[in-house]
């Protein structure tokens, strides 16, 4: 019975810490609508790990949120993202005016993508027009 309830914790620990890929690398905590995430840059890639509680959320319906967050913390655009609504990750566009660009609030409208693998795949596109997101941007402490 002890192995069980010790297996069951570090299965419940292990549900917001990053890919192999991002492992040291400090989150920046940015808030969307109803969701939270951490979003972590390494280069031309990225990964935002939903940390809000949200009742059976589907991937579609998180990606544009999450696609926001990228977008907020990188300053570059987010074409497409892969992954479950749990964890996203994406291939960056970034210009030289990225730095610029940082910080700002745009929605995205996101489709599904037809895939043979396991996770999800989406086309995401920034959306014209006034945000309809409230967001914030927090960068972790570090220490």
């Known amino acids: 019975m ?18 192999p890929a991002f492992y040291g690398v400090a989150p920046a905590r940015v808030t969307v609508g109803q969701s939270v995430f951490d979003v972590r840059l390494k280069g031309r890639h990225a990964q935002a790990i939903r940390r809000s509680r949200e009742w ?13 967050a990228i977008a907020s913390a990188s300053g570059c655009a987010v074409p497409r993202l892969w992954g479950d609504q749990a964890m996203l990750e994406a291939a960056l566009i970034c210009g030289p005016d ?3 660009r940082r910080g700002v609030q745009q929605p995205h409208d996101c489709r599904v993508v037809p895939t043979h693998r396991r996770w999800t795949e989406l ?8 945000s309809a997101f409230s967001m914030n941007t927090e960068l972790a402490a570090s220490g």
């Open 56 to 68: 059976a959320p589907r991937t579609i319906a998180v990606a544009p949120r999450a696609a926001a």
């Open 98 to 100: 990225a730095a610029a």
């Open 123 to 130: 086309a995401c596109q920034p959306r014209d027009g006034p």
């Open 2 to 19: 002890q192995w069980i309830a010790l297996a069951i914790m570090v299965l419940l620990t292990a549900c917001s810490h990053p890919s």
